[in-house]
């Protein structure tokens, strides 16, 4: 009895919410006690409310209580722990229906704290002390708590299985490996542990390393959309100012033009209004004599008519002066704005395609298969026209910018320090990063390239020259061969002759491919580097004997095809 007392006891100094006696206790307003880390965590994931509960008896608190050690409390369990008793297991220190229970433990089990693979049974902290303390049990296998222990057990034997069987895969006890299992590779449970678990950290360092590999690549690509984002963000800012500007500029062209308009207007209007003041005196004078002379015709005295007659002053002779030209000062204005606005248009319309096309696509990290059947490749084509910029003055280009033709004549195109003087080359007007796609269909000798923007343009130099340079890459299809050229370096190719060459560019990950294309795709050459600029797509037409100057085929043209 007095031993259930102090059960009692212990119970009543026990923390409602943690179940262990109280540590540093504090009472309630409601008169309920808990240890003060406790109720102050309880009341912590309350605080979004606007009063606080007792966790017993459920009475509200406003505003948060203030509370104070209980010292009389704190000196009732420190004795409490003098006695050498323990409290009670709490409630979850016994083996519910999801535990394992402890199979020692008589009337209501503890949960266990430990499974024993030789002795096939499961114990409390209190039961598995034998095993830590004996010799007997010290060499016992102690694993996490199991509800399986009995799978161990041999169902035909009865015995531990102790023995795994790699010929039919799967554990057998000693028995087994001499009846049904004999001959068959056997080691012991142990043995295959130890050679799996070798493997299974083979694959862990493998898993591991992947996560790490896919870690970095989840940095750099955060670190790849913070770039973009800055990019972006300074891309609308800087833009934002230029347009301003460009908007300032034109209401300023706008305020100048209607100034000198309205001062013209009034310079022409005052001297229109002194030149119609001298007619206006004429017809002033001469309304006055038309009145002198109607006063006389209507006289009936004959006598005073032909007095007054001679008296009359006679008309002097004059002829109109003003002279009126057409009226086109203000027209010639109009007009002149006009051109403005068209040029302006003209060149919105030229750049913008440029602007829309600078993007960066977002793939710039993680590795990309390159495609193989032609829809693949068409999932990345695209639309690329020729830059007339660039241009050399023998080559005409048509088809919307899409195809460049050799001609005899030269071309009246204006001056550009963009444009190819010495090679018969041209560029296009879009820049290529990201993975793009394109072909172009030929029906002479041609160089299908692609270029930095920085390559030299005047003359007839090798650094102007595609393929002749660090800063293009170029594949030159004959009428029956193929050879590419990079940085003066020709390297023969050989495949599939066909009016049709397809390239593939993947600019991130420094592919760019060459394909002959007929009812198939066959790939001509690859190249794997690492591109430093934007690329643009080129077209060099040999239809000139570029040393002689001479024609030696007319008509000779490469055309980017329309794929879309």
């Known amino acids: 009895m007095a031993q259930k007392g102090v059960q009692l006891d212990q119970e009543t100094f026990s923390c409602p919410i943690c179940l262990d006696l109280l540590k540093d206790p504090v009472t309630t307003p409601c008169g309920h006690s808990y240890c003060m880390n406790c109720i102050r965590s309880h009341w912590d994931v309350e605080d979004h409310k606007d009063s606080y509960s007792c966790p017993q008896c459920r009475k509200t608190f406003t505003p948060r209580p203030v509370l104070l050690k209980s010292t009389m409390l704190a000196d009732l369990v420190e004795e409490l722990k003098k006695t050498g008793l323990q409290a009670a297991p709490a409630d979850h220190c016994y083996a519910g229906a999801e535990d394992v229970a402890c199979d020692v433990c008589t009337g209501r089990k503890l949960k266990a704290h430990k499974s024993c693979l030789q002795c096939l049974a499961s114990y409390c902290e209190k039961h598995l002390q034998p095993h830590y303390e004996s010799e007997t049990f010290k060499k016992h296998k102690l694993v996490e708590p199991s509800k399986k222990l009995q799978e161990n057990v041999c169902s035909r034997h009865d015995e531990v299985m102790k023995i795994f069987c ?61 770039a ?247 594949l030159y299809c004959d009428n029956n061969s193929y050879t590419f050229w990079y940085n003066n370096v020709q390297t023969p190719v050989s495949g599939l002759w066909s009016s049709r060459v397809g390239v593939y560019l993947d600019h991130s990950a420094g592919i760019l491919s060459f394909y002959s294309v007929s009812e198939t795709m066959t790939l001509l050459h690859r190249v794997q580097t690492t591109f430093t600029q934007p690329l643009y797509a080129g077209l060099r037409v040999y239809g000139f004997d570029e040393v002689w100057g001479l024609l030696s085929t007319n008509g000779a043209s490469a055309e980017f095809c329309k794929l879309k």
Request: charged share 30%; net charge neutral.
């Open 166 to 226: 790699r010929t039919d895969q799967q554990l057998i006890c000693y028995l087994c490996s001499v009846d049904e299992h004999k001959g068959h590779d056997t080691v012991s449970a142990a043995a295959e542990r130890t050679e799996r678990q070798k493997k299974l950290e083979g694959s862990r360092q493998n898993i591991q390393q992947r996560i790490q590999d896919r870690e970095k690549d989840v940095k750099l690509l955060q670190q790849q959309a913070e």
């Open 228 to 474: 973009i984002n800055l990019s972006a963000d300074k891309a609308v800012e800087d833009s934002k100012k230029i347009f301003t500007e460009l908007i300032r500029l034109l209401e300023k062209r706008s305020s100048d033009v209607k100034q000198q308009v309205r001062s013209q207007q009034k310079s022409e209007v005052s001297r229109v209004k002194e030149l119609q003041e001298k007619p206006e005196q004429e017809i002033t004078e001469l309304k006055r004599k038309d009145a002198e002379l109607k006063k006389l015709s209507h006289t009936e005295d004959l006598n005073q008519f032909l007095h007054n007659y001679p008296s009359l002053s006679p008309l002097s002779q004059s002829a109109s002066s003003i002279h009126i030209r057409p009226l086109s000062c203000f027209e010639d204005v109009t007009a002149a704005v006009s051109e403005v606005r068209d040029k302006l248009q003209d060149v919105l319309r030229e750049k913008w395609t440029n602007v829309s096309l600078t993007g960066t696509e977002v793939d710039v990290l993680l590795p990309q298969p390159e495609p193989k059947t032609r829809a693949d490749f068409l999932k990345y084509s695209c639309e690329i026209t020729l830059d007339p910029n660039t241009a050399n003055t023998y080559l005409v280009l048509s088809e919307r910018n899409r195809k460049a033709t050799v001609m005899m004549e030269q071309q009246s195109y204006s001056s550009h320090p963009d444009r190819f003087t010495g090679w018969y080359q041209v560029l296009s007007r879009e820049s290529l990063t990201g993975r793009w796609y394109w072909e172009v269909e030929r029906n002479r000798e041609v160089s299908v390239a692609v270029a930095y923007k920085n390559m030299s343009r005047a003359g007839g130099s090798g650094e102007c020259g595609f393929g002749f340079n660090d800063k293009s890459w170029a």
